[in-house]
């Protein structure tokens, strides 16, 4: 399942391919995704214009502006559910079965388009299986967008600088679950899935079971730090591949941290050689090191 690192691989590997360039033409094959695509979405995507693309926890938010000034600008909102891709491709090949949605972008004016001769028209063509992804257009303002009910409810961005020990420590206290049951959830801070959960939790020296309220100041403060991090390294490990993002077969993006304790039930913890455990919180598995976490 895409998390917020191949989100956020995904969306700066659009960058240079998708924005400043005009949408000629949208086509929807299915529009039964988690929630219904709105019947007229072509037309009120066709002749705008990507002007940029932000990520919002795991959901990808492409402003799209018109050329008629009267016309307010809008945010198509996509998140890419358990299976899902967005592609680039120069020369698309016909659809299959579970390419729901195509753009058409027109070739890049001068300076749009990138070094590997694709500035020549493409198509962002989003690829579901499962069809637990989304996409979804709002007219809300970038000053209203926080407030859409996809949104609102995330916490805030690992980050963001606001986001350090304090903030943590701040926002668990009288939380009596589990502190990876509440990294997981995504209220306080977005991004940190099961893999991620028990990679930070190891990296911080912490028992996932702990519970969050009884987390003192100093462990916050290296929890955080360890989130920033397993995250960053995510993030990096996935940018190398974005050289190959235009055409490929949708597994760019998609990338595993050399993991300390995540699927590595049994075997020897990379830091003391005690045998990694495995227990499940909230129907998920954790897994972290019995001697290192505490
Ligand atoms: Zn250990």
């Known amino acids: 399942m895409p998390e917020l690192p191949e989100v956020e691989v995904t969306r700066r590997g659009l960058l240079p391919h998708v924005v400043g ?34 990520r919002r926890g795991k959901y990808l938010l492409l402003e799209c502006v018109s050329e008629d000034p009267a016309e307010p600008a809008g945010w198509l909102l996509v ?5 899902g891709t ?19 972008l ?16 493409l198509v962002l063509r989003f690829r579901d299986p499962r ?12 000053e209203e967008l926080p407030s859409h009910p996809l949104l609102r409810t995330l916490g805030i961005e690992p980050f963001d600088a606001a986001f350090d020990g304090a903030w943590l420590h701040r926002h668990t206290r009288g939380r ?13 801070v977005v991004g940190v899935g099961n893999i991620y959960a028990s990679e930070s939790l190891f990296r911080a020296r912490i028992r996932p079971t702990t519970p969050a309220g009884r987390l003192s100041r100093e462990r ?33 993006g998609y990338f595993q941290l050399d993991c300390f304790v995540y699927d ?31």
């Not at 086509?27 to 007229?40: C, K, M, Q, Y």
């Not at 749009?112 to 001769?117: I, K, L, R």
């Not at 069809?131 to 970038?142: C, H």
């Open 106 to 121: 027109a070739a890049g004016a001068e300076g749009v388009g990138d070094a590997a001769g694709a500035g020549g028209p």
């Open 79 to 83: 998140h890419l559910g358990m299976t």
């Open 131 to 142: 069809r637990f992804g989304a996409v979804l257009w709002t007219t809300l303002t970038e």
């Open 220 to 252: 916050c403060d290296r929890l955080a730090q360890a989130v920033r991090e397993t995250l960053a390294q995510a993030i990096e490990r996935g940018g190398s591949t974005l050289r190959d993002f235009v055409g490929s077969d949708g597994a760019s």
């Open 86 to 104: 967005l592609r680039v491709l120069p020369q698309a090949p016909p659809p299959g079965a579970h390419d729901h949605l195509d753009m058409v």
């Open 176 to 188: 009596s679950a589990a502190i990876k049951t509440v990294l997981l959830a995504g209220g306080i």
């Open 21 to 54: 360039r005009r949408i000629e033409a949208v086509t929807v094959r299915h529009r039964g995704l988690r929630w219904p695509v709105e019947p007229d979405l072509e037309t009120r995507l066709a002749q705008r214009v990507v002007r940029r693309i932000e």
């Open 264 to 294: 590595r039930a049994g075997q020897p913890c990379r830091i003391c050689a005690t045998p990694v455990r495995q227990i499940v919180q909230g129907q998920r598995s954790t897994f972290y090191c019995p001697n290192c976490q505490h």
